[in-house]
Each structure stands twice: as C-alpha cells, then as structure tokens.
C-alpha cells in the first residue's frame, strides 16, 4: 500500500521560509512523479511543482518558480518542497501526490486526475 506522508507546514511572516517533506513508502518509485498541490479555502486544488523519480526533472508553477525548489532523495524516499520567500497567498493545505506516468509534458504534471496517490496534506500559513 502506498502511503505519502507530508510534514513541515506551519506558520510563518511573509518573507520567511519553510521546508516541506513528503516521505514515501510502499513500492518502489521508478516510473512515478512526485507532485505538490495546494488548496486554499474556496479554492480549487492548484499544482505547485512536480519532479520526476527517475532523472529529477522538475516541472515549476509561474506563481512559484524562483521562490521554491523541489529535490529528492532516491535513498530515502523523500522529497523536499523549500519555499522562500513567501507570500500570502501562499497560504494554503499543501498536499504531496505520487502518478505513475511515462508523461513528461506540464499538463499532464499539473492535472491532479493523473494522480494515484496522496498524502493527507500539511497547513502552510502566511501571515501579512
């Protein structure tokens, strides 16, 4: 069974900083991407940033490119969202999503219907 587990969320003033883990477990992830997603209240899930298992090739939102960086760790089966800088708007639950997918295109990358799993999400709060 495959289990995303997010943590790292919090509060924190504009400008500042978090870093956001996702741990996964129960199969091996050739052939996955890892994705962020974030939904605010009232709001519709919105892709963040995507990275492939095998390569690391990364796939950013224009809202966030520049701000966070999104890497990985084969070994240990994590990835890490950093998010400087930040705003806001910002503010939203952070959720942590795995697709199996040979897909390399953004808009596959970005379509929450193309992932098979997710976490239970993480609270990211940025106060003005």
């Known amino acids: 069974q495959v289990q995303l587990v997010e943590s790292g969320g919090g509060l924190v003033q504009a400008g500042g900083s978090l870093r956001l883990s996702c741990e996964a477990s129960g199969r091996t992830f050739d052939n996955y991407v890892i994705g962020w997603f974030r939904q605010a209240p009232g709001k519709e899930r919105e892709f963040v940033v995507a990275i492939t298992w095998s390569g690391g090739r990364t796939y950013y939102a224009d809202s966030v490119k520049g701000r966070f960086t999104i890497s990985r760790d084969n070994a240990e089966n994590t990835v890490w969202l950093q998010m400087n800088s930040l705003k806001p708007e910002d503010t939203a639950v952070y959720y942590c999503?795995?697709?199996?997918?040979?897909?390399?295109?953004?808009?596959?990358?970005?379509?929450?219907?193309?992932?098979?799993?997710w976490g239970q999400g993480t609270q990211v709060t940025v106060s003005s």
């Open positions: 999503a795995a697709a199996y997918t040979f897909a390399r295109s953004m808009s596959v990358m970005a379509t929450p219907q193309n992932y098979n799993y």
